[in-house]
Every structure is written in C-alpha cells, then in structure tokens.
C-alpha cells in the first residue's frame, strides 16, 4: 500500500468471503488467522481493563484516577501487531491496553496499578506512568501529550545509529491542540525520522467533544500539510487499523515518518468516577455499537474461521488469567519505604536520610 501524503488516507477493510464447509473443518484458528490473533489480544484488554476497574473498587488502586481504554481495543491491537520486537513506544495516560499488546505481563501491569513492589517499576509509576525498557516502553505520562516528543529523541537516535527500528507515540485527540505535537510533527518530517504518530481519537478530551474544540477534526490534514504521511482507520475495524500501521510504520522504517488516526469510541467517562453528564444515553447506546471486540467475533464466526464454542473457551481462558492478576495483586507486598529513593538519584549518590531517622540520630548525639 503506497500513501501519498499530499492525499490523507482512510482505510476500511472489506470482510472476506466466508470459506468452504471442507476448509472450515479443517481450520485452527491459532494458526491461520490473524484475526483470530487480533480478538486475543482485544479480549485479553478488554478483560484487564475491567479488572482495573474493579480493582479501583476494591480499594486496591494506588492513587485516585485511572484511565480505562474500553472500546479503543483495535488501536492497541491493531498498531501494535504491526510493530517489531526492536521497536519502542510512548503512552498516554490510557495505555494498559497498549503495553499488554505489546507483551506486558498482566500480573506485573496490574500489581504497578496496586502500588506493589512487584510491579514494572516497584509500585511507583502506578495506572499512568508504568515503562519497561525492555519491552521497548519508554514511558506513560500523564501530561497530555507529554510522552509525544520523546519518540523524537529515539527515533534520532535510531537514524544516526542505524537501526532498524521506528519509535511510535501514542496518545489521545485531547493532544491535538498541543503545541508540542507540531513542534514534533515538524521535526520528524524535516529530520526524516523512523517514527510514527498515532492518535486514539475517542472524541473527548475530558468532557469537551472534539467539534468543540477544534474548528479542524480531519487531523490527517494536519500532519499532511506538514510533509508527514498521513491515515485514518475506523477503529471499530481491527484489521483495517493494522493494515494502516503496517503501510505507515513500513514507510517510518525507511525513514518516512507518519501519522495515524484512530476513530474510536471511549465507552467511559474520562476517569473512573466520571459518569460522562456530557454525552447522552443516545450518544453513548451509538457509540457503544462500535464495539471492536464484538465485531471481531462476529466476523470470525461469518467467516466460518471458528465457531462460538471456541471464542467462549478462549474467553474463559483470558477471564481466568485476569482474575489470577488480580489475585497476584492483592497478594503481593508493598515496597519497603526506604524504596522511593530508589531510582531516583544517580548511581553512586548517597541515598537521602528519612527525616525520623535524622531526629532520631540527633536526638540520640545530644
């Protein structure tokens, strides 16, 4: 697929026709189709994200504000198969979904939302700042847009090292009226840099609905006009997602970076004690129809590729491996105190004395 950045793309696949009575007795899913791949990992989010939320309402979250992404299930998805091992990425504050289809470990994801030791960076990035270095995560970041001009700095580095890699940020549509994304767009393009931009447009930023915002809600306009390859997926549409990513982050690896947009639905308020006032009950019964992970399973069902037996028991499996998250959560140990200064001064640097311990020792010298 060639995208001509002068001509922002939108990208919608077309289903395939459904196979033979011979070749759907002979079909294992697993094997044969990547769709069958695509609802795996939407369901495995889908299912944690859940999770987190009833963590939240066991009193198990550390700190107060978690971000769920149900309903953006096919960016995550979508974007990330088409990504390679060396590759590296940057979140927003609604990124579970996105580092789990990257391979996180759901156990260490969700003890990092508990405040565990156990967790990706020993409980103290919690729901918005979680990172792994080793996955290619270069970092969550709760300020919008944040995390944006760091895929920059890596994808500099990968153009000058000659690596072969694209560096991808993520983030929300809440970010398209920061000015840092432009300062970005317009680095990349004018550096040539192996990077990508995709942005989940879940059509509010907080409360506020894009067409109130912007007076431009065509965002591949923008990252057109400014030399960058640009596409639109509908992101009720996995596979059309992916077939957007692997066209763009194929380009950005030849050092041809582009922008994405996701069009999706956030079937929850902003946080999990928002009950979005802002939408309406029609808004959000629309908005909800286009549910990526019920559309997938019903294509691999018409298309003869499984049948509903087989997504139940996948789904049950997931059910069982979100429910021992969980678990492992509430089980696992909090850091020690003296762990907040841990990772935080540079090697060598003596570690910070508690001011108890200081009264303590002066009062015990007097």
């Known amino acids: 697929m060639t995208l001509d950045p002068a001509k922002p793309q939108r990208i919608s696949s077309q289903p395939a026709q459904p196979q033979s009575a011979q070749s759907q007795s002979a079909y294992s899913p697993r094997a044969n189709s990547r769709l069958w791949e695509f ?37 995550a998805a979508g974007v990330c198969a088409a990504m390679a091992p060396q590759d590296s990425f940057t979140t927003h504050h609604r990124g579970h979904g996105i580092f789990l289809a990257r391979g996180a470990d759901p156990n260490r994801m969700m003890a990092e939302i508990g405040g565990k030791a156990a967790g990706y960076c020993g409980g ?42 694209v560096s991808v ?23 040539s840099l192996p990077v990508v931009f995709v942005c989940v447009n879940n059509q509010y930023g907080m409360g506020t609905r894009i067409d109130r915002a912007t007076a431009e809600t065509d965002f591949t306009r923008r990252a057109a006009a400014l030399g960058l390859a640009a596409a639109e997926a509908d992101g009720e549409d996995v596979e059309a997602v992916h077939a957007a990513a692997a066209a763009l982050i194929g380009g950005a690896r030849r050092h041809r970076p582009a922008f994405l947009t996701v069009s999706c639905f956030r079937f929850y308020g902003h946080g999990r004690m928002d009950k979005s006032p802002y939408r309406t009950a029609d808004e959000e019964a629309a908005g909800r129809r286009r549910d990526p992970v019920a559309r997938a399973r019903v294509e691999l069902i018409a298309r003869g590729l499984t049948d509903a037996a087989q997504v139940d028991s996948l789904d049950a499996e997931i059910e069982a491996e979100m429910n021992a998250a969980i678990d492992y959560t509430a089980a696992a140990a909090a850091p020690e105190l003296a762990a907040m200064f841990r990772d935080v001064f540079a090697p060598g640097e003596p570690a910070p004395e508690p001011l108890a311990d200081r009264l303590d020792r002066l009062l015990a010298e007097a």
């Open 39 to 75: 609802y795996r990992t939407m369901r495995r989010i889908r299912c944690f994200e859940e999770r987190v939320g009833e963590l939240y309402v066991r009193g198990l979250s550390a700190g107060s504000m978690l971000h769920l992404s149900i309903g953006e299930e096919a960016a």
């Open 124 to 165: 103290k990035g919690g729901s918005m700042h979680i990172a792994d270095m080793q996955l290619g995560h270069l970092g969550a970041n709760a300020i919008v847009g944040g995390g944006i001009p760091h895929v920059v700095g890596a994808g500099l580095s990968y153009k000058r090292l000659k690596r072969d890699a």
């Open 169 to 191: 940020a993520f983030f929300g549509d809440g970010a398209m009226q920061q000015g840092i994304l432009y300062e970005s767009l317009n680095m990349a393009a004018l550096w």
